[in-house]
Structure formats: C-alpha cells, structure tokens
C-alpha cells in the first residue's frame, strides 16, 4: 500500500467526521462517574463519564484533549456503548483491542458501527495509544472487581 | 564552517528512506544519531579488549580500564572541569541529578529552606526536586519566564533569596531553545550560598561548556545526545560538595573497607560509581568527544543556529503555524511549533509518512506546556548533519500536512 493510502486509511473520512463533529461530548448532569486517562507520553486527556443504571450504559460523555485519533475514538466508543449492558460493552472493547492489533473479528455477531474505521491504525504504531485510550477508561469505569 | 557532505558521510544512517523518502531526522533533541568512529569505538571494545575494570590484574582489564579512566580525562578536558575526580560516570542526565537531588539535598535542607526553579525545566530537573521538597520539608520556587520564555537574571535576582539553598536550571531548554543566562545566575545563587545545579542535556552536545567559568556546582549530561552511546551521563560537581555527600547506591566497586556491620566508601568519583561501571559507554562517549572536537563545538553551535534561523524565516510565511520561545539568535537549534487545528501527533504522523522524524508531545515539561497555555507541540531539533534541504523537505512536508488536514476539514 502506499503511504498516501496508509494515511488515507488512518485519517478515513469518518473519523475526521467525528473529529470534527465529536458525539457525546460533554459532561453528564447529575449521578455519573467520571473515569480520568491520561496517554503520558504525548499528553492527551480524556475524562469519560459514564452513568450506568442497573446493568446498562445509559450515558457515556467524553471531556478531554487529544489528537484527531483519541478524541474520535472516543466519541465513536461512546455512541457503541451506549444502551449496551456492562458486559457487552466490556466484550466491545476487547474486540477493538484486538482489531486495532490487526486482528479479525466476526462483523456478523459484532456491531462495531463507525468503530471500524479506526482497523488504519494497526499501520501506525505509534498511534494505537491513542485509539484506545478512550476504550481504557471505558474498561477502568466499568471494571467490577 | 561545516563541511556537512563529509560529516554526513560519518553517519551511515542517514543514508536511507524511511516510508519511500530519504530520511530526514530531526530528533535530535531526544537522542542524536552516531558517527561510525563511536561505532566503531564500542566495537573494538567488544572484540579486541572487553574486560571489568579497575579489579583485574590482568592486561586487559588495565587496557580496559585505561579506555574508562581515559574517558574520564577527556571529559574533563571537554567540559573545562578543574580536577578529574569531579567528573562522575552515571546512567544519564537524570542519574545525575537525582544523585545530586538524594545526596546532595535531602542531606542539607530542612524546612524553611527554598529550592529555585524555573517553570521550563524537564521533568528530570524537576521531579527529583519535587521530592525532595515532600521529604525535606523545603519549599519549590518558580523564577517566573519573559513573554518569550526566556528567563531574565531580574527575575531570577527577584526569586533567589536568603532561603535559597538550591538553585536548578536547565542550560537550554529542550522545548523553546532558550538559553539561559547560567553564569549570572549561579552568581546570585552563590551571593545567598545557594548552589547552582545546571541541567545541561540540551547545551552540552551544541556549544562548548566550561563549567568553571559558569562556576556552577553540578551539572549533568547525556552522551547518547551529543554523538555517544545510550546508558552513560555524567555528573560534574565541585571536588568540596562531591567529598562531603554520601554514596547514592551502594555495593561493589564502591566501597573502601567492608566489615559484617559497616563499610567505608573510596574517594570521589569511586564512591559515586557502585558495581561494574559502564565501560562500553565511557569508551564510546570519548570517542564521540574525538569526533566533536575535531568538527568544532563553536561551528556546530553556528550551523544549527543558522539552520533555526533558516526554518523560522520559512515558517514566518504561515500565519498559521505558531512557534513558540525566542528569536533564532537567542536560541540553539530547537524549533518548536504547533500548525492551527492540527493536533502535533498528527503532524508528526503525516510528517512520518514523508521521511521526517520530529517529535510531538509534552517533550517532558508539562508545567512548561501549561505556561504557553497548549496540551502539547511538535518539535524540530536540528545537529550538525542536517542540512537546509532537510529543512525545506520539513517545510514541504508541513505544507502537505496543512493541504491534507484543511481536505479532510474541507470535505
Ligand atoms: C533538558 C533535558 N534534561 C534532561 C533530559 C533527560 O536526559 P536523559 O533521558 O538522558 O536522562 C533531557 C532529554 O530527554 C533533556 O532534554
């Protein structure tokens, strides 16, 4: 593939789409926990917040600064949580992980929605930090031990 | 001035492509590319005479040893250190000045004592001092920086104090380039009897140093930014101040006498230098000395200035990429930048996918990216190999990132 491809494939339309135009950006009024993440070595900070009602994601908001990778992997993770249960989503991000390691998963059972998008990463090492880390604080939030 | 076609030619690594472009490597402010003869150094080490040092009887340990303490000279000679006894081998910059932080001053402050800072220093000059403020009870002072980032000896007069004990200050900072004025400050850190710890990552590989005419206390370094080898720093501190404090790790190599409850310590640098030392790295960082020498710290200091000077005219023409600190000729070769509305990883990736390596983050000095008020930058570092073709495929390849970032806002 080509570089211009690779990049192409990294910044796809529809992350710039949610770059641009974050979902669920904001905090939640009221009840909510709010999970920090920082990357370390670039800088990037997320606060997730997340409002979980019995066994089900309700609400999942994102405050934070980052690159184009973190913040929309972040507005795409909260869309694809949102009214899952705790273990669904958990099992989510465990499929991400492995998709953005260059794994395949199983389009028919999974529902990854815009989520997809972020597969251009696995040719940029340095990046998948960023792609996962809105996922990381999704995991520490929602982590019933 | 540089010969930069013969210099490039000492350093087979840049003779390459990097994601189909021919390489352009402007990191040097993380770690610096090394010239064959350092290569070479380590390896002659390794196959001719690798040995322990100090302890064998035998010949090779003393050639071994004679290329460690030789290292030792030449460090000295290099820096314009009065005595050889007060260049110590550590892992790094950050060794050094956590040994000063844990034996110099946990050992001397107290509560009411005040420690000075400046808000640009990395996290290596700062952090250990952080800790010793919670151990000791002593309080951390920040010299306020100009508008341009620069520290004024004024506003370094007005911060440094009686209470002051310690002074720490990085020599150029790894973010703006700024340099600072070391010698004035160390000045009025000595009219209060504080001392003056100098960070000098940054200047050491760039312009030359004579710590006696700074007349600072301490001050630490990296070989691995200045031509040498990863895993080897050193230490300069006064004879007086290395003889009073205690050893910062303790074991083999080190000590003087040992009985079942007790131990003495060998003079200075020896006490400061626990377990088997870090030979390969001493032997090659004189070898990168060598080879400095002979290009001429003075011109290098030159050249990259001029490169700086190159770059920020070239990036003056875009109203919307900002660069952050001093003017070219107040700055080492370190160009620091942020394009509007393009995150720095994501410049530094586009940048990546061109052949040019820069780096994008917080560069280690969080505080610093607060003060100029953004969560992280991009930054170009410049040494003696680059070239003003290497700044223009820069340029080229910020332009292309501008084009790339405005298409997919565009869309
Ligand atoms: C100004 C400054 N101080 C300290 C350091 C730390 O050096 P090292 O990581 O080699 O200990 C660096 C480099 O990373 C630096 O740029």
Redesign the pocket.
Known sequence: MSMQSNLDALYRQVIMDHYKNPRNRGEIVGDALTVNMNNPSCGDKIQLHLKVDGDVVRDARFTGEGCSISLSSASMMTETVMGKTVDEALELSGIFFGIVQGEDYDDEKYDLGDVEALQGVTKFPARIKCATLAWKAMEKGLDKD | MINVRDVREQFPILDQEVNDHPLVYLDN??TSQKPVQVVEALEDYYRRYNSNVHRGVHTLSSVATDGYEGARDKVKTFINAAQREEIVFTR???TAINTVAASYGRANLQEGDEIVLTPME?H??LIPWQQVAKATGAALKYIPLQPDGTVSVEAARATINERTKIVAM?HVS?VLGTMNPIKEVAKIAHEHNAIMVV?G??STPHMSVDVQDLDCDFFAF?A??MCGPTGI?ILYGKKPLLEEMEPFEFGGEMIDEVGLYDATWKEVPHKFEGGTPIIAGAIGLSAAIDFLNDVGLDDIKTHEQQLAQYAMDQLSAHDDIEVYGPPANERAGIVTFNIHDVHPHDTATVLDMKGVAIRAGHH?ARPLMNWLDVAATARASFYLYNTEADVDAFVDALVSTKEYFGDVYAE
């Open positions: 402010a993380a790094g910059t950050t990395h290596s000059n990085v790894n960070d990552a940054q990296s691995h930014k720093g280690c």
